[in-house]
């Protein structure tokens, strides 16, 4: 199968995303005067306590802005576009639409290193110093096409998953608009060896205390991150390597402190860890991991 090539100059556009991420290039698109003629997102879901269906993100700023909005890639083929874009859709373009509709991709990494789910929280818990994001072509394979433009940025070391996805948002927002501007060129085959950046399971967001410190400071970073407290879950929202005030509780790990700023006890609200300390029977430290 060869993907569909798009125009230099795509007048006509339907973009296809989900998540709020997926919201910054959107509205760039629309900032810019670009024709948006179609948007495709996921199904309404169930979100939130509530339980009821509710739009994605994307859905609902598509709706806002009085476009058309469908769930089906294939109705992209309908509306008679030159490209599409695809941020964060979360669902693989099958062939056939690929064949008819080219499109352009903005992938939260330096491909080829992070294909796939998960590329920030991956690049965080690697470790890595750098990423950004890159405009590439969609072909069939997982994250495989040639790049048109990419920007770069360092991670921060406190840096949040949350936080970091939001500045590459911003970022691909404004590579987005400036590649159409100028005109698609010749995209460049990736260079170098592929790592997969698979969707992180719960068990990966467990706090193994036996671990570094920094080990354990990324898990926390990446967002989502437990342990248990004397048979109870315990969510940590955020840790510092270094102290962090009177709010802030030391814990050892495997090669030193760590200092726990902000915990969620089960059934309860997100809160400071030392006021959670503070309501512990016995010693908190010593039932971390149990």
């Known amino acids: 199968m060869t993907p569909a090539r798009p125009p ?132 069939e394979g997982l994250d495989t096409g040639p790049i048109y433009d990419r920007a770069e940025v360092d991670i921060g070391p406190d840096e949040t998953a949350d936080e970091l996805r939001a500045r590459l948002a911003e970022l691909g927002a404004r590579l987005l608009v400036d590649n159409l501007a100028r005109g698609l060129g010749e995209p460049v085959p990736q260079q170098g060896e592929p790592t997969y950046a698979h969707k992180i399971t719960p068990e990966e967001l467990r706090i193994d205390w036996s671990a570094p410190a920094e080990v354990i400071h990324r898990v926390v970073r990446v967002g989502g991150a437990w342990t248990t407290h004397d048979g109870t879950r315990l969510k940590v929202w955020r840790t510092s390597r270094t102290p962090a005030g009177r709010d802030a509780l030391e814990v050892p790990t495997g090669d030193g402190p760590l200092w726990l700023v902000e915990v969620q006890p089960e059934g309860r609200r997100r809160m400071p860890a030392a006021a959670w300390a503070n309501g512990v029977r016995g010693d908190p430290v010593a039932g971390l991991g149990r």
């Open 8 to 139: 230099r100059h795509p007048e006509r556009l339907v973009f296809l995303g989900t998540p709020a991420t997926s919201v910054v290039p959107l509205r760039a698109l629309l900032d810019a005067g670009h024709d948006v003629v179609l948007v495709v997102s996921r199904p309404d879901a169930r979100r939130g306590r509530g339980g009821r269906p509710s739009p994605s993100p994307v859905k609902q700023a598509a709706l806002d802005a009085g476009l058309p909005v469908t769930a089906s890639v294939d109705d992209a083929l309908e509306v008679g576009a030159d490209l599409g874009v695809v941020v964060a859709f979360g669902q693989i373009i099958k062939p056939h639409v690929l064949e008819r509709l080219p499109m352009v991709n903005l992938h939260f990494s330096l491909l080829p290193r992070w294909r796939g789910a998960a590329p920030v929280e991956r690049a965080i818990l690697a470790g890595d110093e750098r990423t950004g994001v890159d405009l590439m072509a969609v072909e």
